[in-house]
């Protein structure tokens, strides 16, 4: 499995960014996914994530509101579409396939991860 995140970038407090992440194989729409963060000198958090059919779906309190996780099967697609971007969103976003079908919050349990992309919020 390869996954590819797109669509970080540089934008104002307040605004909006949405984050792809494409997989390749043809097992993608049986696993959990999820997305995760990590800011210069801080752990690795889990942000979203949302299980294999989309009937499950986990939020960080710190996004909760805010961030919206959705997935395409037939497209092999994970989205993260981020509204009211606060500084401290900053991060490295990652993607990441979890290891079962629903959702996981521990990073043990993800075992392939995208490049990351970089998302940058000023203040």
């Known amino acids: 499995v390869q996954l590819q995140a797109s669509g970080g970038g540089l934008v104002q407090a307040g605004g909006s960014l949405r984050l792809s992440c494409a997989a390749s194989g043809r097992t993608f729409s049986s696993y959990a996914m999820g997305w995760f963060r990590q800011a210069p000198g801080k752990e690795r958090e889990l942000v979203a994530a949302?299980?294999?059919?989309?009937?499950?779906?986990y939020y960080a309190d710190s996004v909760k509101g805010r961030f919206t996780i959705s997935r395409d099967n037939a497209k092999n697609t994970v989205y993260l579409q981020m509204n009211s971007l606060k500084p401290e969103d900053t991060a490295v976003y990652y993607c990441?396939?979890?290891?079962?079908?629903?959702?996981?919050?521990?990073?043990?349990?993800?075992?392939?991860w995208g490049q990351g992309t970089q998302v940058t919020v000023s203040s």
């Open positions: 990441a396939k979890d290891r079962d079908y629903e959702v996981s919050t521990r990073v043990l349990e993800y075992d392939y």
């Open positions: 949302i299980s294999w059919n989309g009937g499950t779906i």
